[in-house]
């Protein structure tokens, strides 16, 4: 296991999935953006390695973020000495990954969806999507991803989320479950439950080692599970669940109220806001251009 400290950063979906009835029509990344910066987490530095090792491509090679948001997926090919083109639809979330980044940093930004790639045909050695592949029409994104990316290149997906016996995660679903029931408490976790089964929409389009490939455009499928230790105070986790659109989509009107509950709940687990660890589980997903 992997302990660490990570910085805070952030992620931008590209796509909104159907709205609850009483939450936004539609989602708004860039006013989220301000608390993505803020209060959005990294991931830890065995991930990138396992993906690069996995995707086996050198220092210089070319990687797309796919829903790019602040940068925090981006960082990490960049200090490794790759060239990352960012694309997302939050045009105040990629202004604010421009202006972190070091000064002449290989990185570029375009303005898309995942489901139309404004990129060229085999272009890419690696596409990288974190925390953000559940809110694209996933066909149409497997079918872009494998139409930028050269023979031979890697895709990897990945997500985090809290272990389920995290004491601030139980808070905050607990409270949900209160107010709202046990089908709006699951609506609001990052897929952890669709991860944990196998995303199976993942395996349709990817064939595992000594599977037939078939028209699959994806071979060498393989999950991995990378899990690491995050230190958090009450009011940072509370911040995070401010940046996330699924809480404003399924509290809807009661997402200040649940905030400030959240916020009070928390204060008896932690109190002064100490820092408390939480274990973190990271579920990625790699495949090869075939």
Known sequence: MTKAVLGLAAYSP???????AGAPERPDFDSLAGDYARFRTSYSDELFDSIIRYAGTAPGGRVLDLACGTGLG???YLR????????????VMMEQAKASLPPGSRATFVEGRAEQLPLSDASFDLVSCAQAFHWFEPRAAFAECARVLRPG???????KHAARTDPFTQACEGIIRE???????????????EH???WPVFWEFAAAQGEPTGAKPFVD????????????????FVGYQRSREKIRKVLGSKR???????????AAIAPQDTRVTQRQIQYVFLARRA
């Open 221 to 236: 499928a393989r999950k991995l599970l990378v899990e690491f230790e995050l230190a958090r105070s009450a009011s940072e």
């Open 74 to 76: 981006m960082t990490a």
């Open 179 to 193: 107010w709202l029931g046990d089908a709006a408490a699951v609506r609001s976790r990052d897929h952890a439950d």
């Open 80 to 91: 490794r000495g790759f060239e990352v083109v960012g694309v997302d639809i939050a045009s």
């Open 256 to 266: 200040v109220a649940f905030l400030e509950e959240l916020e009070k709940r928390l």
């Open 14 to 20: 590209l796509m909104a999935d159907t709205t609850p």
């Open 196 to 198: 944990e089964a196998g």
């Open 153 to 159: 290149g890697a895709i990897a997906i990945f997500w």
